[in-house]
C-alpha cells in the first residue's frame, strides 16, 4: 500500500549500484604441468559427454550463474515485499511524479502465485519481473538492475558462488532442525526458450559435529546437465545468498566420527553424491567400512583439511585436463593435513551415462586418450558398490606411480621436457589384456538373490521369444515397469537401480496398447521414464520403422542420449527388420558391428523380442527363436515363454499351474534358457498367471530341468556350508505347519523362525548378530514374518523388541 510520501527517481538514485563481476578464481600453486592443449581432444570429451566434463566445481558458464543470481533474486524480493519491512521498495511504490520536467507513477502488486505485476504511469498491469520495473523505473541496463536490486535486498553473488572459511551460528547453537527455504525450480531469464528452468533434483544436508544441519549440497539439473550450489543455515533457515557460505565436505561428521575408515575422495561432488545414491541401495551398509566425499568450488585454501588427520585418503580425479592438473595441490593439503596415507586411482568414474562408446574408439581420440576411455567407469553399471569400493582401494597408487603413468600417456609433462616415446611404443602396436575397471563379482548361487539388473544386463543383450499370444509384450513392459521404478519384477526379483527406458513397438495397435499401459500402471511413466515409439502413431513422419535403416537408428540413439535412457527394447524383431533379413546372417551380424555392440559398449541393456520358431519344441523350453542363429549365440540372456495353450496341451508346469492356464487372464512360463550373469536360473522355469484387467503378475511355482517343483526359496547351489546360522541347520518347510505359508518364506524369514522356535522368542539385535546383518534388516524380516502370521512382538522396543511364534 502507498504512503503519504511522493518520490521520485532522482530522489532514489542512492539506491543505484553498478555491476561488479564475480572475480575470476585463482588456481592453486604447484599444479602439474600438462603435456600439449591444456584440455583432451574434442572427440574425447565428446565421447564422455559434456554433463561429465562440466560444471565440475559448481557452475562453469557466467551467463548461467548471472541467471541463477537474478532468480534467487527476484524470489527474495516477493517474499520481502510481502513481509513490508523492505523500506526501498516501499518506496519504489511510492514514486508519483508530475512536474514539466518529470512525470512517472509506479504502482505493482503480487499474484497469488508471487508473480508480479505491475504498471507505470497508471496504464495497464502487465507481468514481469523485479530487474525488468527497476530497468524502466531508472533507467539502468541489466546488469546494473540487478546489482541495485541485490544490495535492496542485502544479497550479494559471493554469498552463492564464493566459498569461506567462515564458521556461522549453526555450527555453534546445536539446533538441528533448520527450516528450508531451498528453492525447487529456478526460472532463469535470458536463456533460449524450453531450457530456462534449472530443477533441484537432490539435496544432502551437512552436518555438524552435534549432528545438527549446518548447510547442504544442492543439486540442479538445466538440460540434461548437473551442478551443485551450496546452501548455508543463518538465523535457522537453510538458505542461499543470505550467508556466505561456508566450505564443507561432503560427510564430514562421519569421517570424524569413524577414524579408521579409508575415505574415498571425489574431485566431482556430482559423482561423489551418484556414488552415495547406489550405496543407499544397500542395505546393512556400514561408514566405518568407507566414506565417500567431495567439495564444492576450487579454492583449497577455505576447506578444513584437518579432517583427514591419520586417514588413508584415496583420490577419483574429475575427467578432464584441468583437474588432473590439480592433483599435486590437492596432495599437499591433504598430506599436510596429516594424512597417513594419499593414493590415486587410475581412471575417470562418470556419474552419467556417457555419449559414446568407451571401448571402441574409432573417431580422433589419440592412443593415450584411448587407454583412458578404458579405463572409465559409469556408475550406472556398478552393480555392487560395496565391493567397486574396495576394488577403488586396492586398485588405487601412489601419488610418483600416478604421475609417472600419466606422463607416459602423455597428459603431464615429463622431467626435462621428455616425452618418453621409446618407453610407450606399444600404443602403436599390439596391446596386453588390461583387465576392465568394473569390478568382477561372484556369481549367484540362490535364485533369491538374483536380481533385474542381472536378467536384463546393461551393457548387455537379452533375447525374448514365444509363440504368438504368449505374452512377450505384457512380459516386457512388467520389466520395464521393475527397471524404471525400482521394484520387483513379478514380485520376486529385485531391482536395483532406476533407469530409463525407449521402447520401441512395431506389432501392438494403438489402443490395445494403451490398454495395456493403463492395466500395468504404466500410463503416468510415460514421457517421464518410459518413452514409447510405436509404428503406428508416426505423426506424419517419413522414416521407415525399421533397425536396418541407418537414419531411423541415428534418431533411436538421439532420444535416448536426450531422455538418458539406460534400456532399448525392441518389440518385435519380425516386424522391425525389412522382409527376410532377420534370417539373413550377414545382416544381422551387420547389425551388431555397427549397432548393438556399440550400444551396449555405452553400458546399456538391449532387448531384443522375437517370435519362435513352429517346430515340435515350439511352445517349450528347447524352443529356438527366429531368425539367424547369432541371436541366441550373442544372447546374455535368453527367455522362452510358454503359453497357456502348450500347457495344458503337452500338460507342462504342475497341476496347480495347468489349473490357472484354464482360467481366464493369461498363464505364463518364463524359461530362462540361458543366463550368464545369473547360471543359477538356467534351465527353470517360473510359472506366472495375470488375471484379467490385474496390475500384477501372480508368481505360482517354479519347476526345474525335468519338470519337477522346486522351492525358488532354496533353490541355490552350495559349494560351501552355508555360515548364516551355524549352530542349526536351516529350517525344513515341513516343520512350518503351513506349506503354503512356507513356500513364500525367503531363507532368512525361515532361519529367524527356526531360531524363535527355538528359543521362544527372539529380539531383534540377536537376529542381526545371527544372520550378520544390520538391524534395519532385522526388523524388515521380523515385520514380513509378522504380516504373514507367523510371529507377533512380544516386549522391548528397538534392538531389544522381542516376538515369539504367534498363538
Known amino acids: 500500500m502507498k504512503g503519504n510520501q511522493q518520490l521520485s527517481p532522482n530522489g532514489l538514485k542512492y539506491l543505484i549500484r553498478k555491476w561488479t563481476p564475480l572475480p575470476s578464481p585463482s588456481n592453486p600453486k604447484n599444479l602439474i604441468r600438462l603435456a600439449g592443449n591444456d584440455s583432451l581432444s574434442p572427440a574425447f570429451n565428446e565421447t564422455l559427454g559434456k554433463m561429465n566434463t562440466t ?174 550450489l551450496p546452501a548455508t543455515v543463518g538465523n535457522n533457515v537453510l538458505c542461499m545468498g543470505k550467508f556466505k557460505p561456508t566450505a564443507h565436505f561432503l560427510n564430514q561428521h562421519l569421517i570424524d566420527q569413524h577414524l579408521f575408515a579409508p575415505v574415498i575422495f571425489f574431485q566431482d561432488m556430482r559423482t561423489a553424491l551418484a556414488f552415495e545414491r547406489r550405496l543407499e541401495k544397500i542395505v546393512g551398509h556400514k561408514p566405518e567400512e568407507f566414506i565417500v566425499t567431495a567439495h564444492l568450488g576450487n579454492d583449497l585454501t577455505v576447506l578444513p583439511w584437518n579432517y583427514f588427520h591419520g586417514r588413508k585418503v584415496v583420490f577419483i580425479p574429475a575427467p578432464t585436463k584441468e583437474c588432473m592438473a590439480m592433483i599435486n595441490p590437492y596432495k599437499e593439503y591433504i598430506m599436510g593435513g596429516q594424512a597417513n596415507d594419499f593414493q590415486i586411482y587410475p581412471g575417470f568414474l562418470l556419474h552419467s551415462q556417457p555419449c559414446g562408446d568407451l571401448t571402441n574408439h574409432a573417431g580422433d581420440v589419440t592412443d593415450a586418450e584411448a587407454k583412458l576411455l578404458r579405463r572409465t567407469v559409469w556408475l550406472g553399471t556398478v552393480k555392487d558398490p560395496d565391493q567397486f569400493a574396495a576394488q577403488l582401494i586396492e586398485e588405487a597408487i601412489p601419488y610418483k606411480k600416478f604421475k609417472g603413468l600419466w606422463e607416459r600417456l602423455g597428459i603431464f609433462k615429463a622431467p626435462n621436457e621428455q616425452s618418453n616415446c621409446n618407453e610407450d611404443s606399444s600404443f602403436n602396436s599390439l596391446s596386453l589384456f588390461q583387465p576392465d575397471t568394473g569390478l568382477t563379482k561372484p556369481l549367484k548361487t540362490c535364485v533369491k538373490d538374483v536380481t533385474t539388473e542381472e536378467i536384463f544386463l546393461p551393457g548387455g543383450f537379452t533375447m525374448l521369444h514365444g509363440l504368438k499370444d504368449s505374452g512377450k509384450s505384457l512380459i516386457c513392459l512388467s520389466a520395464a515397469k521393475a527397471i524404471i521404478s525400482g521394484g520387483k519384477l513379478f514380485e520376486f526379483f529385485t531391482t536395483g537401480e532406476s533407469r530409463n527406458i525407449l521402447y520401441l513397438d512395431s506389432e501392438t495397435p494403438k489402443d490395445l496398447l494403451a490398454v495395456r499401459l493403463s492395466q500395468l500402471g504404466l500410463v503416468a511413466e510415460i514421457g517421464n521414464s518410459l518413452f514409447l515409439l510405436s509404428k503406428f502413431d508416426l505423426k506424419g513422419n517419413d522414416l521407415p520403422f525399421s533397425i536396418t535403416d541407418q537414419k531411423f537408428r541415428d534418431n533411436v540413439e538421439k532420444i535416448m542420449r536426450v531422455h538418458n535412457c539406460g534400456y532399448l527394447v525392441l518389440d518385435n524383431l519380425t516386424s522391425l527388420m525389412d522382409d527376410g533379413r532377420l534370417y539373413n546372417s550377414t545382416t544381422v551380424s551387420k547389425l551388431f558391428a555397427d549397432w548393438v555392440d556399440s550400444l551396449t559398449r555405452q553400458g546399456l541393456g538391449v ?42 496341451e503337452k500338460k507342462l508346469g504342475t497341476e496347480a499351474v495347468q489349473h490357472m492356464a484354464a482360467q481366464d487372464g493369461l498363464t505364463v512360463g518364463v524359461c530362462f534358457k540361458v543366463c550368464k550373469e545369473a547360471a543359477v536360473l538356467q534351465k527353470k522355469t517360473f510359472w506366472l498367471h495375470l488375471p484379467l484387467r490385474a496390475p500384477r503378475w501372480k508368481f505360482l511355482t517354479a519347476t526345474g530341468a525335468d519338470g519337477k517343483e522346486i522351492e525358488v526359496a532354496q533353490a541355490c547351489s552350495r559349494p560351501e556350508q552355508d555360515l548364516t546360522i551355524q549352530d542349526k541347520p536351516l529350517l525344513d518347510e515341513l516343520e512350518i505347519e503351513d506349506v503354503a505359508t512356507s513356500s513364500k518364506l525367503s531363507s532368512d524369514e525361515k532361519a529367524v523362525y527356526y531360531m524363535t522356535k527355538g528359543t521362544g522368542t527372539v529380539k531383534t539385535a540377536d537376529i542381526a548378530q545371527k544372520l550378520v546383518c544390520c538391524k534395519r534388516k532385522a526388523r524388515i524380516i521380523t515385520k514380513s514374518l509378522e504380516e504373514k502370521g507367523l510371529l507377533e512382538p512380544n516386549e522391548g522396543k528397538g534392538s531389544q523388541q522381542g516376538y515369539r511364534l504367534k498363538g
Open 55 to 228: 560444471n565440475i566445481y559448481g557452475l562453469d558458464d557466467n551467463l548461467i550463474k548471472v541467471a541463477v543470481f537474478e532468480a534467487l533474486l527476484e524470489m527474495e524480493a516477493s517474499h520481502q515485499y510481502l513481509l513490508g519491512g523492505n523500506r526501498a521498495l516501499l518506496a519504489i511504490e511510492n514514486i508519483n511524479v508530475c512536474s514539466p520536467h518529470e512525470k512517472i507513477s509506479v504502482s505493482f502488486k503480487l499474484t497469488h502465485s508471487s508473480k508480479l505485476l505491475y504498471r507505470l504511469n497508471f496504464g495497464d498491469y502487465i507481468e514481469g519481473t523485479w530487474v525488468e520495473l527497476l530497468c524502466k523505473v531508472f533507467n539502468l541496463p541489466k546488469l546494473d538492475a540487478i546489482a541495485t536490486l541485490a544490495d535492496i535486498l542485502k544479497i550479494s553473488h559471493e554469498k552463492i558462488f564464493q566459498l569461506s572459511s567462515e564458521r556461522h551460528s549453526a555450527e555453534l547453537n546445536g539446533r538441528s532442525r533448520p527450516t528450508d527455504d531451498i528453492p525447487n525450480v529456478l526460472y532463469l531469464s535470458g536463456l533460449p526458450a524450453g531450457s530456462s528452468c534449472a530443477e533441484l533434483v537432490e539435496k544432502r544436508y551437512v552436518y555438524g559435529n552435534a549432528n545438527q544441519r549446518i548447510g547442504a549440497i544442492l543439486r540442479y539439473r538445466l538440460n540434461g546437465n548437473d551442478f551443485c
Open 607 to 648: 532387448v531384443m523380442v522375437s517370435h519362435t520358431q513352429e517346430g515340435p519344441n515350439a511352445g517349450t523350453s528347447a524352443a529356438k527363436a527366429r531368425g539367424s542363429e547369432e541371436f541366441s549365440i550373442r544372447a546374455h540372456s535368453e527367455i522362452v515363454l510358454v503359453r497357456s495353450t502348450e500347457i495344458l
